[in-house]
């Protein structure tokens, strides 16, 4: 063998070897300290789930930031005052969703929350419109507790109806552009959901069904279908930036008139007082 060979090849096993052997120890060593770690982060994944036990649903937090109250703002005595309450919930709901998805939609999240937010808001706009109708039969005295649907074009029409027989109010023609765009917006989605039901007899009979932001099938028993956004071929597509714009204005002009009737109300109850009051002064 060549001389310089040989030198070389003692030169490698004078090194190398050692070399080998310290690297083998390190790789030992690493592989034991990333076992030790994985082992103390099973742990306190375990202790941080005996710290945070689970407990009844209806439980309280130490931190009052961490409790929702359900009956805080709610009131006994006044059914009207709690509808407008839960609608004020699904109003916050709805606007903060759609936030979410203006903020970041990069992992188009809005492809999904888009049917919590249709939800939220259309439950927006029929607690507001129930709770119109109530304040409007409360000022018409009238006893028996209003007939409200889930069919909110009808209770848009029940708002209009009651207007018109009101005194001293904003008018037919007030309350109609005051709710406007709440129509518009119901009649282009009622346009989506209709479907048309012709019976034996040849009654022809035309259906709006709400549940298209709950479920992907309609809510008939009978051979339920596809709502209308699964059976289209092209993008059923919505500007989130121009739906934000609706539900705001809506909320907004739902909740002048609610704010209207509720003033026209209190004032009622004031007159009936002194009313009260005069005939009381006048028996004594």
Request: proline share 2%; aromatic share 8%; charged share 30%.
């Amino acid at each position: 063998m060549n001389p310089a060979s040989v030198i070389f090849f003692e030169k490698v096993v004078y090194y190398g070897v050692p070399a080998m052997i310290l690297f083998l120890i390190a790789f030992v060593c690493y592989i034991k300290v990333e076992e030790r770690r994985k082992i103390e982060k099973e742990q306190e994944g375990e202790d941080e789930m005996i710290k945070h036990e689970i407990k009844n649903v209806f439980s309280e937090n130490e931190d009052m930031q961490k409790n929702a109250i359900m009956n805080w703002r709610t009131h006994k005595y006044d059914d009207v005052h709690n509808m407008k309450v839960i609608g004020d919930g699904f109003r916050k709901s709805t606007l903060l969703l759609l936030q979410q998805v203006l903020t970041d939609n990069y992992d188009k999240k809005g492809d999904v929350l888009i049917f919590p937010i249709m939800f939220s808001a259309n439950h927006v706009i029929e607690v507001y419109l129930k709770v119109i109708v109530s304040l409007q039969q409360r000022l018409l005295e009238i006893q028996a507790s209003p007939k409200l649907s889930h069919d909110i074009k009808k209770l848009l029409e029940e708002c209009i109806a009651n207007e018109r027989v009101l005194k001293d109010s904003i008018g037919e023609k007030g309350i109609k552009e005051k709710l406007n765009l709440t129509l518009v917006y119901i009649t282009e989605l009622y346009s989506k959901i209709e479907r048309v039901e012709v019976k034996k007899n040849g009654t022809v009979k035309h259906l709006h069904d709400m549940t298209f932001s709950r479920y992907a099938n309609t809510s008939e028993q009978k051979n339920p279908a596809p709502h209308f956004y699964v059976e289209m071929i092209e993008n059923a597509t919505i500007d989130v930036e121009n739906l934000e714009v609706i539900y705001q204005t809506v909320f907004g002009d739902l909740e002048d008139l609610i704010n209207h009737y509720s003033w026209m109300d209190d004032d009622e109850n004031e007159r009936r007082l002194i009313q009260n009051e005069a005939m009381i002064d006048s028996m004594s």
